[in-house]
């Protein structure tokens, strides 16, 4: 996937460091950056769990479903639901 950046050019999700929540590391914290918006349904859920921009994520599983927590709340969701949330990873100070 492709995205235009700032100069006018084009960068992968690779390059930008976005990814979808599934391929996101166990234990790591990411920051939702976006959420596919072409199921409603979808996307309403998300929202009623408080799934929005900006807001930081832990993935705690990934199998047989995406467990995460998001403000010391964990939600279980099923790989649809996971690939349509897209986050970015926060830098560690480990």
Do not use: W
């Amino acid at each position: 996937m492709r995205n235009r950046n700032r100069k006018g050019g084009f960068e992968s999700t690779a390059d930008s460091g976005r990814m979808r929540l599934m391929e996101a590391t166990i234990g790591d914290k990411y920051i939702v950056e976006s959420i596919d918006k072409d199921d409603p349904a979808i996307l309403r859920k998300l929202c009623s769990m408080g799934i929005l921009p900006g807001v930081e994520v832990i993935v705690r599983r990934k199998k047989p479903t995406i467990i995460f927590e998001v403000y010391h709340s964990r939600f279980a969701v099923d790989k649809l639901i996971g690939d349509k949330i897209y986050v970015k990873q926060l830098h560690s100070h480990r």
